[in-house]
């Protein structure tokens, strides 16, 4: 049994169920996972911003969109660096902390369909920063390849170098889409198919269909956007 939330968190990663059969009941301990993935996220960005080459980062968000020169132009003049650099950081913090939120309530609500149980939004909640540890492992990764780049010219992709770009080509309209699904996303439904599985009792296959439908709904109501 583990001693400390840190601990859990580390079991969690490593030793998925045995973490979560440790964790299930100590719900003041999801501080540990949200103040980690939070930090690491936080501070992948703020590092981020101080190394990259500004100007020509915001060459390149501009070039992406079809814009006039002159739209071009009166866009630049409100992207500064330090404007940007906070509502990055601080819209990836809040971006968590709603997102998981969303998730907690559909974990809240489907689960007393599937396997009545005791927990409540704030049980779910916490769950879902459980399920978020692999984005500690992920803003590492990002960390170093800031550390590892010259000359300060880093797309912002270029931070999440264990997506699926690769499969297509980076002006292809599906690159965003296949881009977002990384190793860790993939890791964290890994996660949470064990969670539940491990808090509610449910079998495999049952615990795999609650923790990947969020995931299919995202990814398909994207990709209709993109189709059509």
């Not at 690491?40 to 501009?62: P, R, T």
């Not at 797309?155 to 002006?171: C, I, Q, R, T």
């Not at 690159?175 to 449910?202: D, M, P």
């Amino acid at each position: 049994m583990v001693s400390n939330a840190f601990q859990a968190c580390v079991d969690i990663l490593v030793s998925p169920m045995e973490g979560f059969d440790s964790v299930k009941g100590k719900k003041h301990w999801a501080w540990c996972p949200f103040i980690l993935v939070s930090a690491c996220s936080a501070g992948m960005f703020l590092y981020y911003f101080s190394v990259v080459d500004f100007d020509w980062l915001v060459d390149q968000i501009l070039s992406q969109g079809d814009m006039s020169d002159a739209e071009i132009e009166a866009s630049a003049q409100f992207m500064s660096k330090t404007s940007m650099t906070w509502s990055t950081t601080l819209g990836a913090v809040i971006g968590l902390v709603v997102i998981n939120a969303v998730m907690a309530i559909y974990f809240n609500l489907v689960t007393k369909v599937i396997q009545p149980n005791e927990l409540s939004f704030t049980g779910w909640y916490g769950f879902s920063w459980w399920i978020s540890t692999p984005l500690i492992a992920s803003s590492l990764l990002g960390i170093l390849v800031i550390l590892f780049s010259s000359g300060g010219m880093i797309a912002m992709e270029d931070l999440a170098p264990a997506g699926f770009g690769f499969v297509v080509n980076k002006s292809s309209d599906w690159f965003g889409l296949w881009n977002s699904i990384t190793v860790f996303s993939l890791w964290s439904i890994y996660l949470c198919s064990v969670g539940l599985k491990s808090w509610l009792g449910i079998n495999t296959n049952r615990a795999f269909y609650v923790a990947v439908a969020p995931s299919v709904a995202i990814y398909g109501v994207w990709s209709l956007f993109i189709v059509l």
